[in-house]
C-alpha cells in the first residue's frame, strides 16, 4: 500500500468515526488533515511569484488584503478583531502562523485562486485578477505584529451597537445599499 493510499484512507476513517458530531477538532484529526492539505490538497507547490519582493508590491497586497480578506483574517492577518475567527470549523487561520508561513507561495496563491472546501476559505478565481493575488501573497509574507493594525471597522460599529442595545440605548445602524457612499455628517 503506498502512503498516499494509507493517508487516504486514515482521512476516510477520521471523517467516519467523527461525522456523527459537531466539535471542535482533535490534535490527530488536525494533524492529520495538516498534512492532506500541504502534501496533497494543495497544487502550487514549485509555482514563483511573479510579484517583486519590494514595498510597493507589498503594500498594493496590503491594499487588495484590506478589501477581500480582512473580514476573516483582520488586518493584520492574525484575526484581530475578528469575532468569529475561533468559533468557525476549522477556525480561521493566521496567516502569520508557521502553519501557514511554511506553504510556499505557489501554495499560497492555489490556496486565494481556489479556496479551501470545505472550510470558508472561498476560491478568488474571477473575483481577483492573478497579479492581485500573488501581491496578497507578498503582503502575506511581510504581516504586521499581531494587533498592529487594530480592529476591522465592521467589527467596531457592531461591538458599538452591542453595547447601546446593552445599556439600554437604540443602536442606530448605518446599513446602505452595496457601493453606496456614507452620508456626509455636517
Not at 478583531?81 to 468559533?87: E, H, I, N, R
Not at 470545505?118 to 511581510?142: F, N, Q, T
Not at 465592521?154 to 440605548?169: C, I, T
Amino acid at each position: 500500500m503506498t502512503n498516499r493510499s494509507l493517508l487516504t484512507l486514515t482521512v476516510a476513517a477520521v471523517f467516519a468515526l467523527s461525522a456523527c458530531k459537531v466539535s471542535q477538532p482533535g490534535s490527530v484529526e488536525s494533524g492529520v488533515m495538516k498534512e492532506v492539505k500541504k502534501n496533497i490538497t494543495v497544487g502550487g507547490k514549485d509555482d514563483q511569484n511573479p510579484a517583486p519582493d519590494n514595498q510597493a508590491a507589498i503594500n498594493e497586497g496590503k491594499e487588495h488584503f484590506g478589501h477581500h480578506c480582512q473580514i476573516c483574517h483582520g488586518l493584520d492577518g492574525q484575526n484581530t478583531g475578528v469575532p468569529f475567527a475561533t468559533q468557525m470549523s476549522p477556525p480561521v487561520a493566521d496567516l502569520k502562523s508557521g502553519d501557514i508561513q511554511a506553504y510556499t507561495d505557489g501554495q499560497l496563491h492555489w490556496i486565494l485562486v481556489n479556496g479551501i472546501n470545505p472550510s470558508g476559505m472561498p476560491a478568488w478565481k474571477g473575483i481577483l485578477e492573478d497579479d492581485e493575488m500573488w501581491k496578497i501573497v507578498r503582503y502575506i509574507r511581510h504581516l504586521p505584529d499581531k494587533g498592529s493594525l487594530g480592529t476591522p471597522e465592521v467589527f467596531k460599529e457592531e461591538a458599538e451597537e452591542h453595547k447601546q442595545m446593552e445599556s439600554g440605548g437604540t443602536p442606530q445602524h448605518h446599513h446602505r445599499p452595496a457601493g453606496s457612499k456614507p452620508e456626509s455628517k455636517h
